[in-house]
């Protein structure tokens, strides 16, 4: 009767392998910096703990705001100044098509001197020259707003950039202090999302074979999860193994190491 007992437990081995993960957080991000300048916050207090919408590092950002606001203000002026030329080229418009209209009824007439023609050309002409140079200045007051409407977003960039923001992450790691003085590209800090889990395993040729379909068991209990991601390429570092990836709920502590077993059932 000890035979049935027996018999099941060795086909339930024949068809699942074992795999170990560490219980990672779903994502772990590594922080570098988008601009340069002094550390004036390093808040060490907020390590291990949820980050809110209060920045975690502050990046000196004083003469940034004052160039910003001497920009806005420049942007606010040319604007004005476009606008004003704007009005004077509708009227210039206007008085050039009388003008033009006067020269067309005079240029025939006999009666009128080849003298009082051609100042009433050169009037007409002298017009439409100004209209034109008026043209001319609106098109470069209009490059100069593009330009510093550029500047100003690239200047509100770098102001959010100065104060760093992840809300809803875990403040994992701190890499500078105040006083620092960074560059771009220096790391700051590191943050991890710990709304859910991530284990990683990297399976055997034989185990890829129909393995989203495999019942996932974690530390013995059977459990609904399914392989959620899977590289058909073999990992660089584990040779002739794949890497596979199950999104679990997050636990209580991360980091702590779990068995993995896929069965078909």
């Not at 098109?139 to 690239?154: C, R």
């Amino acid at each position: 009767m000890k035979i049935i007992p027996i018999l099941f437990l060795t086909a339930t081995l024949l068809f699942s392998k074992d795999y170990y993960s560490k219980v990672d957080p779903y994502e772990i991000r590594d922080i570098s910096s988008n601009v340069s300048g002094l550390i004036l916050v390093s808040d060490e207090d907020r390590l291990g703990k949820k980050l809110s919408e209060k920045p975690y590092i502050i990046i000196d950002s004083e003469l940034d705001k004052k160039e910003l606001q001497l920009t806005k203000e420049k942007l606010h002026l040319l604007s004005a100044i476009v606008e004003t030329n704007e009005n004077i080229l509708k009227n210039l418009n206007q008085s050039l098509e009388k003008k033009r209209e006067n020269y067309k009824r005079i240029e025939s007439l006999k009666i009128k001197s080849v003298v009082e023609k051609d100042k009433e050309f050169h009037d007409l002409i002298g017009s439409e020259n100004q209209l034109l140079s008026t043209q001319k200045e609106i098109q470069n007051l209009n490059v100069q707003v593009a330009d510093l409407t550029l500047k100003a977003a690239y200047l509100e960039r770098s102001l959010s950039d100065k104060n760093l923001v992840a809300d809803g992450f875990v403040l994992y790691a701190l890499l500078v202090k105040p006083g620092q003085v960074v560059g771009v590209g220096t790391p700051l800090a590191r943050v991890a999302d710990v709304s859910k889990a991530l284990l990683t395993i990297y399976l055997d040729e034989e185990d890829m074979a129909d393995v989203k379909n495999k019942t996932l068991y974690i530390d013995g209990k059977k459990t609904s999860y399914k392989i959620s991601r899977i590289l058909t390429i073999a990992d660089s570092k584990n040779i002739s193994k794949y890497m596979a990836q199950i999104v679990i709920q997050a636990p209580k502590l991360f980091s702590k190491l779990s068995k993995v077993e896929l069965r078909h059932e």
